[in-house]
């Protein structure tokens, strides 16, 4: 458990700044600072958390990856580091991107009340009084299947960059006649949707690399989601 580790980090600051007259003081710090480096090492990796919580990977260089966060299932990436002032440590994180504009440049700061080879859990002050939010790491096996599913992810939507026009378009079964005047125009994991060259309604893109035949699920900011079964041949 954290608070076990942080207190043994915590007495061995105290314990060294006793002995300053037997010790000198340029070794006062390395002990305290190995423990507290091998604590923060123990939130790299992949861990699950519960609905709305999200599904985080935090790298060794100080990035993080989310997603499933929120009741939207939003993705976003961004750096975290650990902060030490204060016991319990506190995980700050801030948003760079995201597929909802709105997190952008949020940041989150949150107390540390567990973290080891199992479990990671973490406590907002605006939530004093509820469960911290808790994850349950990945296994290596398991953080490989998820890097690969977010690799093939970003190949399949690189490949859908652009303007796309229908030619052929089902709605509750029966096929559209006529022309087909919709554009959909997808930047990113942003879309825009476009018909008579107005735009009618953005949003963005889901998708998952597994499933066939190939879905997307085009998340529209007014509210209604559309599912698309979509084949692309060649750049088309």
């Not at 506190?90 to 567990?114: E, I």
């Not at 825009?192 to 998952?208: N, S």
């Not at 499933?211 to 088309?236: E, N």
Request: charged share 25%; net charge neutral.
């Amino acid at each position: 458990m954290l608070r076990t580790a942080v207190t043994l980090a915590a007495s061995l600051v105290f314990v060294t700044s006793a002995q300053t007259a037997d010790k000198p003081q340029e070794a006062q710090p390395a002990a305290g600072m190995t423990v507290l480096v091998a604590l923060e090492r123990k939130l790299h990796g992949g861990w699950v958390g519960g609905p709305c919580q999200g599904d985080w990977i935090y790298r060794p260089d100080g990035t993080f990856q989310a997603r499933n966060y929120t009741p939207g299932g939003n993705r976003l990436t961004g750096t975290w580091e650990v902060r030490w002032d204060a016991l319990p440590p506190t995980l700050a994180r801030t948003c760079k991107t995201s597929d909802d504009p709105r997190l952008v440049g949020k940041m989150w700061d949150a107390k540390l009340v567990q973290l080891d080879d199992k479990g990671l859990a973490y406590q907002y002050e605006e939530a004093r009084g509820y469960q911290p939010d808790t994850f349950t790491r990945l296994s290596p096996s398991e953080l490989a299947r998820e890097e690969a599913w977010e690799a093939a992810r970003e190949k399949e939507l690189a490949a859908l960059q652009g303007t796309w026009v229908p030619l052929q378009y089902e709605e509750g079964g029966k096929k559209v006649e006529g022309d087909i005047n919709t554009r959909h125009i997808i930047k990113g994991d942003r879309v825009t949707i476009q018909v008579d060259g107005r735009t009618q309604a953005e949003g963005r893109v889901v998708l998952d690399p597994t499933q066939k035949p190939k879905q997307l699920y085009l998340h529209l900011s007014s509210g209604p989601t559309h599912a698309i079964i979509y084949a692309r041949v060649g750049t088309t």
